[in-house]
């Protein structure tokens, strides 16, 4: 029907109607706020959306196009129904005349008088063969009359034997009776013969490739068949028509009446949609990304990547990169702020827009996103407050459509549709897609009115709306009619995967066609092309030639040697090779795979939702302790620090967690919050207990460890009475985590400090009066200040912490496995070696050594590169 619309709205020289029906309709639902569906579209617009756009278009196809919607009952109306119908009046007031570019196209060719069409068209039509809307049928009424004449009786005689139900095969074949007794109670059963054949395949690309393969079988074999004789019938699928399209172009066979509209991302209003999720905030890391990556972007895809990645690794700050030029920069500040106002946002909006870049290969996703952001302003220009739910329902991206229309030609492989009618007659049809709701589609059960309630409708209003009931028997009829027109045989294909994978049954019109055989099941009447019994059996199979089976190639894991100083990967600009910090030593003594992968840059990059990690965690509180113990200043008391954590914690987030500021995460920061009070506030009475002061915060300490570089960065350094000094290290767990490790001579980070206190300093070398304490210290400690539990425990015994309840000096020497390890390790990488992971290696590190080997689980190929345990590795 579309076609003739189409012909008919160019034969009456009808302008093209603008596409605004989606933006119509939202706009209108959304201007009825006490309608049925007000409840509904809250929650779920783009559901609600569909389900009142299908019966609204319902009733609107089965009323006078000539006349505004009204309706005027003459029977009862059950009141739930009554409602529904009042609503759906409301909302064709709202609407103001706005109805689908088919729709409108039908109503102006209607209105059009005769005299104004460049050509008459004779329309050929046997009621009900198929039914028609009422705004189709007083269509085809309009074009006949203006055409003045009938259409020729031997066309419509024609129309009338191919669209006809058949009472009777018309032979004793199966596809004869298929055509004549699907759907219909059976009788006798037939036994089953080589003109119908139902094929098990993997998904729809599987379908496609064994299509085209069957064929080139049935045109190799039957010099008098021709590729028109040949018939597709596809699903009203995007996905059949792309695969089919690839699957035949490669195989050289020509296709007609193929769906060749092909769909692209709406990227103008895809970027807008995003980029109101940033103005938004805390906005959420992934839209920041997207928006950032997006290729309509004053940047290079490449450098939208870095960016993008920078904040999924927890990185907020949008810093430029060094080439950015102003336009760039600009767009980074609008992505960065925020709105409060709709005066504000308006203008961000159209900032935005504005800096947007078409990429070459296209044309039209700039404008739709100037044309979006024209009416998220005119929306804002009137609104008091934003609502951002609703302005971003208005961009909600849409795949853009090409506007190409399928190509029918004389000698091409016949393409129908599953919810066409057939075109012209072939003699081998192949069904594709002959799943579970499909051969006929399934008409949904409305939400807005039950059977009972369209039944009523009619009744009362003298209308034809379909029940489903209805649809499903015009929908088997016309399927009836597409098997009709085959004269030799059919081939169904069942796929068994849907396109995500997932397993599916095959169509429900199987069970019909079952009982009209002489078969035992369903599972007779398929045959799997995974079987090779059942592969013998098909018919017009294109199979490969059988070759010998080659087994894949075995996964060969071994230790790596490369021959070269792998810690000289890493250099600085001066070519210097850059220090190992204490978290990469203690990866490097977890797994050298993981250690190298990461120096190589060769982790996996993994998007995903916000989460309050660990991680993430300790990093916040780590901050508030950084700003509330600061060098130079007195400790804050106790009423200071219950004061003081909310906002520094505000302020941590802001820059690290945007995220938790949403009202979702209240939980998490209150108790965040009420942990590092507490956790503060012990700290505070034991730098008292020791007559502490802080004189560096967040100091950086490099030394040197066997020849290799190390540095790395102390919490805080505390000096003690008697020229001591304490390094400190913030740790947001439990002294449970820590103290088994230390015992077990694990812990390496407190030795690394010592170290680079013992052969380096502080790498700010202008800070002399720091380095002036270190190097006068007669004493250093190293210490864990444990958040979680308010423990302090240290390596070393120091005067003055006998007093200090939760202070534990361990006796153990906390390091020297750990450093042995180290130390074995580092020597192997500098000749270039790199041992596996042995299958032991996960439970020791936890069991024995008492660490959490999260080094891995840093990529998956750790695991799949580890080795079966052997005795070295054991011992």
């Known amino acids: 029907m579309s076609e003739l619309v189409e012909l008919a709205r160019q034969s009456y020289l009808v302008p093209e109607p603008l596409d605004g029906w989606d933006v119509a309709i939202t ?131 024609c129309l009338w034997d191919v669209l006809s139900d058949v009472d009777e095969p ?13 759907f219909s109670p059976p009788d006798d059963k037939v036994a089953l013969d080589q003109t119908v054949q139902w094929l098990g395949v993997r998904d729809f690309l599987a379908e496609a490739e064994v299509a085209a393969g069957m064929v080139q079988t049935m045109l190799a074999g039957d010099d008098e068949l021709y590729p028109a004789d040949i018939g597709l019938l596809l699903p009203e699928s995007f996905e059949y028509a792309v695969a089919v399209e690839d699957a035949f172009s490669l195989a050289g066979l020509a ?41 309509l972007m004053p940047w290079s895809r490449e450098e939208g990547a870095v960016l993008a990645q920078r904040v999924m690794d927890g990185d907020y700050g949008l810093k430029p990169l060094p080439n ?7 767009m980074l500040d609008l992505i960065r702020d925020g709105d409060d ?112 309630e369209w039944s009523a409708i009619n009744r009362a209003y003298g209308l034809t709306l379909p029940t489903p009931d209805e649809a499903m ?14 004269a030799e045989g059919v081939s169904f294909l069942v796929p068994r995967r849907d396109p995500t994978g997932a397993a599916q049954a095959s169509s429900e019109s199987v069970v019909f066609m079952q009982t009209l055989f002489d078969i035992p099941d369903e599972d007779g009447l398929i045959l799997e092309l995974d079987a090779a019994a059942d592969r013998a059996l098909a018919r017009h199979l294109a199979q490969a030639d059988e070759g010998t089976p080659i087994p894949p190639r075995l996964l060969a894991a071994q230790d790596l040697d490369f021959g070269r100083d792998l810690l000289a990967l890493r250099k600085d600009r001066e070519g210097q090779i850059k ?39 300790g990093t916040l509180a780590h901050d508030v302790f950084e700003h509330l113990f600061q060098p130079g200043e007195s400790v804050p008391t106790d009423t200071d620090i219950s004061e003081w954590v909310p906002t520094l914690l505000d302020d941590a987030i802001r820059e690290r967690g945007p995220f938790l500021r949403a009202s979702e995460w209240q939980v998490e920061r209150s108790h965040l919050a009420t942990g590092i009070i507490k956790a503060a506030i012990a700290w505070r009475g034991i730098l008292d207990a020791l007559d502490a002061e802080v004189v560096g915060s967040e100091v950086w300490l490099a030394g040197h460890l066997d020849g290799v570089s190390i540095h790395g ?65 007669k004493q250093t400690g190293i210490v864990y200040y444990m958040l979680n539990d308010q423990t302090a425990l240290s390596d070393s015994r120091l005067v003055g912490t006998e007093a200090i309840p939760l202070w534990e000096a361990l006796d153990e020497d906390v390091a020297d496995k750990a450093m042995a390890l180290i130390g074995q390790r580092l020597q192997e990488v500098q000749r270039g070696f790199i041992q596996l992971n042995r299958a032991c290696e996960a439970t020791f590190f936890e069991k024995t050594a008492g660490i959490k080997p999260y080094a891995l689980e840093n990529s998956p190929l750790i695991a799949l590169f580890s080795l079966p345990d052997d005795e070295e590795v054991a011992e």
């Open 579 to 617: 220090p190992e910090s204490p978290s990469s030593l203690e990866t490097l003594m977890v797994s050298r795979l993981a250690w190298l992968l990461r120096r190589l840059n060769a982790e996996p990059l993994g998007w995903a939702p916000e989460k309050a990690d660990v991680s993430l965690l």
């Open 473 to 486: 028997q015009e929908r088997r009829r016309r399927f009836k009619r597409q098997l009709g027109a085959v």
């Open 170 to 182: 018309i032979s004793t074949t199966s596809l004869a009776t298929l055509q004549a007794r699907l």
């Open 324 to 330: 950015f030029g102003q336009e760039a920069r600009a």
């Open 27 to 157: 706009e209108a639902l959304e201007a009825i706020p006490d309608a049925f569906w007000t409840a509904s579209y809250s929650v779920a617009p783009i559901e609600t959306r569909a389900a009142i756009e299908v019966a609204f278009l319902n009733l609107v196809a089965a009323t006078d196009p000539e006349l505004p919607l009204s309706l005027q009952a003459t029977g009862p109306v059950p009141p739930r129904a009554a409602r529904h119908l009042h609503d759906l009046v409301r909302l064709n007031d709202a609407l103001e005349g706005a109805l689908p570019a088919e729709y409108m196209s039908i109503s102006a060719v209607i209105g059009t008088p005769p005299k104004d069409a460049l050509r008459h068209i004779h329309v050929a039509y046997v009621a009900g063969l198929p039914t028609l809307t009422r705004w189709q049928a007083e269509l085809v009424e309009k074009l006949n009359a203006d055409a003045a004449a009938a259409p020729p009786v031997d066309l419509v005689a």
């Open 341 to 452: 106002t709709p005066a504000s946002l308006s203008q961000a909006v159209q900032a935005f827009v504005q800096l947007l870049v078409e990429p070459q290969e296209s044309t039209e996703h700039v404008p739709q996103a100037q044309q979006a952001a024209q009416d998220v302003a005119t929306d804002l220009a009137q609104a008091t407050e934003i609502d951002w739910q609703a302005l971003r329902r208005h961009v909600t991206p849409r795949y853009i459509t090409t506007g190409e229309s399928p190509d029918f030609t004389r000698e091409g492989i016949t393409v129908w549709r599953e919810g066409h009618e057939p075109w012209r007659e072939v003699r081998q049809l192949i069904v594709l897609g002959f799943a579970e709701g499909h051969y006929p589609t399934v008409p949904g059960n409305s939400p807005v009115f039950s059977i009972e």
């Open 255 to 295: 296709l007609s009446g193929l769906p060749v509209e092909r769909w692209r991302r709406d990227l103008g209003r895809e970027a807008l949609f995003h980029f109101l999720y940033c103005r938004q905030k805390p906005a959420p890391a992934m839209a920041l990304a997207v928006c950032l990556s997006s290729p």
């Open 713 to 777: 960065q102390a919490d805080v350094l505390v000096q003690l009475p008697n020229d001591r000094l304490l390094v400190v290290d913030y740790k947001r767990s439990s002294s449970n985590s820590r103290r088994p490790r230390m015992k077990a001579g694990y812990d390496s980070q407190a030795h690394l400090y010592r170290t680079m206190l013992r052969t380096g300093g502080p790498k700010d070398t202008d800070n002399t009066g720091l380095r002036h304490r270190l190097t006068a210290a």
